[in-house]
C-alpha cells in the first residue's frame, strides 16, 4: 500500500484547509487509515482515525469540533477537512494505514506541511 498526503499550505488563524490521503496498491489490505501529526522538537500524535468503510471515526480531543475525517470511496482517499485552525495546528501532517486492529500504523505518506499563522 501506498500512501499520498496532499492538500497542505498556510493559512490564517481560524481559517480552513482539507488533507487528502490517497491510497494505492494493495488497498483491500487496509483496515483503517490515520491522520498523524508532528511539530518540530515533539513526539508524532493522532489526530484523528477512520475505518477503511468509513465508520468509527475517532479524534484526539485537541481536534475534536474543529476537524472531521471522513472516507470518499469513489477517489479511494481519506480526507482531513480542518476548520478553525489555530496556531498551535501548525505541524507535518502524515497520513498512515494498518491491516488489523491489532498492529502498528504504517507505509507512511511523505506528510504535508501545515502552517497557521496567527
Known amino acids: 500500500v501506498q500512501l499520498q498526503a496532499s492538500g497542505g499550505g498556510l493559512v490564517q488563524a481560524g481559517g480552513s484547509l482539507r488533507l487528502s490521503c490517497e491510497a494505492s496498491?494493495?488497498?483491500?489490505?487496509?483496515?483503517?487509515i490515520g491522520w498523524f501529526r508532528q511539530i518540530p522538537g515533539k513526539a508524532r500524535e493522532s489526530v484523528a482515525t477512520i475505518a477503511w468503510n468509513g465508520r468509527n471515526p475517532n479524534y484526539a480531543d485537541f481536534v475534536k469540533g474543529r476537524f472531521t475525517i471522513s472516507r470518499d470511496i469513489a477517489k479511494n482517499t481519506v480526507d482531513l477537512q480542518m476548520n478553525d485552525l489555530k496556531p498551535e495546528d501548525t505541524a507535518i501532517y502524515y497520513c498512515?494505514?494498518?491491516?488489523?486492529?491489532?498492529?502498528?500504523?504504517?507505509?507512511w505518506g511523505q506528510g504535508t506541511q501545515v502552517t497557521v499563522s496567527s
Open positions: 496498491g494493495r488497498t483491500y489490505t487496509i483496515y483503517s
Open positions: 498512515a494505514r494498518r491491516g488489523s486492529s491489532h498492529s502498528p500504523y504504517g507505509a
